[in-house]
């Protein structure tokens, strides 16, 4: 093995695109194409000139704004490999929703290929190589989605599933931060700031999360299943709390979600949030990205709903009757509101 220190790597990125993304008119092109030569400085000895050696190579494609546009739709006009990617994410929408790129949108990354020469493995130089990446041309990427399977080689066929090869090549993905989604695809959640292995994703339940998002959802409309209104009694309002009670959730979970929009997200609500600093506080609050951010945004909705029925002379017991709030919730967030 041929030691190279990852701060002595050079990345060279080649890409060429037509003028603008423009996923209607011209989806075949709009994905981002780099190819990227990989290069080193390379010592013999510490008192030796670095020698420049090629090392390896990668291919990413950047999905510009892929929560904005029909990602199956798009990937599918480009080939099948990138079709393939789009078909699991719709398979599960969670990823899109979890790694924020549907509320604060940014790009998606597709790890194409990355093959470092042989006589350069086992230093995880690929690591270095996806973190360059990351914090370069995918500097807007919070969601990077691989298929880790080996290339197969001139004349070979692909390593079945459950292979050594395969298996390996998963845990050394997972050493970096990725997870498991289907079969072979993986995803990573983060921006480049978080760095390679800085997630946990151990704990983390795509299921759970959808519940409390209904839950959450619910809660910020609660009086509209309490009164039993539908859309058209409600005025226009799709009833989500209506919603949930169809998901079979009761409404004392209803209202305990309720509890999630009034209570701890209260005090860090914050209009400018992004998605790093959104992450960082979920972290703390030992929350996901989803939960965090939807718990903030409907604790903002409810502060401005609070506000605005205590300038029209509401009491808390009236303001919990129309939220479907807990009163004693209500009370802590007009103290609250009176402060400041």
């Known amino acids: 093995m041929i030691e190279v220190e990852p701060e002595y790597l050079y990345l060279s990125y080649r890409m060429t695109y037509r003028r603008k993304p423009d996923a209607v008119n011209f989806p075949e092109d709009y994905p981002m194409t780099w190819e990227v030569d990989v290069s080193a400085d390379v010592f013999e000895d510490d008192d030796s000139d670095g020698q420049e050696m090629e090392i390896g190579r990668a291919v990413v494609h950047v999905i510009p ?3 904005d ?11 099948q490999e990138a079709a393939g990617f789009a078909e699991v994410l719709e398979l599960h929408p969670q990823v899109l929703e979890e790694s924020g790129l549907g509320f604060f949108g940014g790009d998606l990354m597709i790890l194409s290929t990355l093959e470092i020469k042989p006589g350069f493995r086992g230093q995880k130089l690929g690591h270095a190589v996806l973190e360059s990446i ?29 292979s050594p090869a ?5 845990g050394y993905w997972e050493e970096y931060g990725f997870a498991l989604l289907d079969g072979d695809y993986m995803v990573y959640y983060g921006h480049p700031e978080d760095g390679p292995g800085d997630l946990d994703h151990e704990d983390e339940d795509p299921g759970r999360e959808r519940e409390l998002v209904i839950l959450a959802e619910a809660a910020q409309h609660g009086y509209w299943a309490e009164q039993g209104m539908d859309q058209a009694d409600g005025g226009g309002d799709p009833g989500p709390g209506l ?13 305990a ?6 209570t701890s997200p209260v005090g860090a609500a914050d209009p400018g949030w992004t998605l790093p600093g959104a992450r960082a506080r979920a972290r703390e609050a030992g929350m996901t990205v989803t939960e965090w951010t939807t718990a903030n945004r409907l604790a903002r909705d409810f502060l401005e709903t609070v506000a605005t029925l205590d300038s029209e ?5 009236e303001i919990a009757q129309v939220t479907g709030v807990a009163q004693p919730d209500v009370e802590k967030v007009l103290t609250g509101l009176k402060k400041t």
């Open 134 to 162: 990351h914090a370069t041309v995918g500097r807007n990427c919070p969601l990077i989605i691989l298929r880790a399977s080996p290339l197969p080689g001139s004349g070979r066929e692909e390593p079945p599933a459950g």
């Open 313 to 317: 002379g509401k009491t808390a017991a």
């Open 65 to 67: 704004a892929a929560g």
């Open 166 to 170: 395969k298996t390996a090549l998963q």
């Open 69 to 79: 546009i029909d990602l199956l739709e798009t990937l599918d006009a480009v080939d």
């Open 243 to 255: 919603a949930a009670r169809s998901e079979g959730y009761s409404q004392a979970e209803v209202e």
């Open 257 to 262: 979600a309720a509890a999630i929009a009034a």
